[in-house]
């Protein structure tokens, strides 16, 4: 990869402004169609890498070792530990200055670094496969996931629910004058769940119909 190519990705992430705004569910449930359509592509570009009776999931974790693999044989640059270290230190930033990087009532040290860590490993994943993107097929599944990023949004990961796999992104959201996280499950057609950041995927709140249940394996 070229020193123009590598400082391109670089620009790119340094240009996200992670987890913010804040939107209202209606402004969230808004950019529900543009989310779908960037999961199911990402959910595609992954699954030419899924072994049988395998996980998409585990799928994107293998692909991450592959990638840097690929590219320590081709003699690329390292590119993906600079990427690591630009996302951790603008998603920091973004939790602690937007959401209590030492503790309030809206999110916990701990939580923020949570956040701020699976940024750094999604921008990793990113570089290291753009890095060798031709020789793996020419489709680098993780830039949907930064793009949803560049949406100001929190990605996570995909989980089971009702034995199907399907990918969570979390949308940082103003409820009732309060932060807190909307929790959207690819398919969903609004968001129907919150939670708060320290919460993850538990102790969801449904949204308007309060008998609506939800839990994940």
């Known amino acids: 990869m070229t020193q123009t190519n590598t400082n391109s990705q670089i620009s790119k992430l340094q240009s996200i402004k992670y987890f913010t705004p804040a939107r209202s569910i209606a402004e969230a449930n808004s950019l529900l169609p543009k989310?779908?359509?960037?999961?199911?592509?990402?959910?595609?570009?992954?699954?030419?890498?899924?072994?049988?009776?395998?996980?998409?999931?585990?799928?994107?974790?293998?692909?991450?070792?592959?990638?840097?693999?690929?590219?320590?044989?081709?003699n690329k640059s390292n590119t993906w530990d600079s990427a690591w270290?630009?996302?951790?230190?603008?998603?920091?930033?973004?939790?602690?200055?937007?959401?209590?990087?030492?503790?309030?009532?809206?999110?916990?040290?701990?939580?923020?670094r949570d956040a701020a860590r699976d940024a750094a490993k999604y921008?990793?994943?990113?570089a290291a496969f753009e890095s060798v993107k031709?020789?793996?097929?020419?489709?680098?599944?993780?830039?949907?996931?930064?793009?949803?990023?560049?949406?100001?949004?929190?990605?996570?990961?995909?989980r089971k629910i009702d034995e199907q796999e399907k990918f969570i992104v979390d949308f940082p959201l103003i409820a009732d004058a309060k932060k807190v996280i909307g929790c959207y499950l690819h398919g969903d057609k609004e968001i129907s769940f919150t939670h708060q950041w320290i919460d993850y995927c538990t102790h969801l709140k449904p949204v308007g119909n309060t008998e609506s249940k939800r839990s994940f394996s």
Do not use: C
Request: hydrophobic share 40%; net charge negative.
């Open 35 to 74: 989310v779908s359509d960037l999961v199911e592509k990402y959910a595609n570009a992954l699954a030419p890498w899924k072994k049988d009776n395998d996980t998409l999931q585990h799928a994107a974790d293998s692909l991450w070792d592959l990638a840097r693999v690929e590219a320590l044989n081709s």
């Open 85 to 112: 270290n630009t996302a951790w230190k603008e998603a920091s930033s973004a939790a602690r200055n937007n959401y209590g990087w030492y503790g309030s009532e809206f999110i916990s040290g701990e939580t923020a």
């Open 123 to 126: 921008a990793a994943r990113y």
């Open 134 to 158: 031709e020789k793996l097929g020419g489709i680098n599944p993780f830039e949907y996931v930064i793009e949803l990023y560049s949406m100001g949004l929190k990605p996570t990961y995909f």
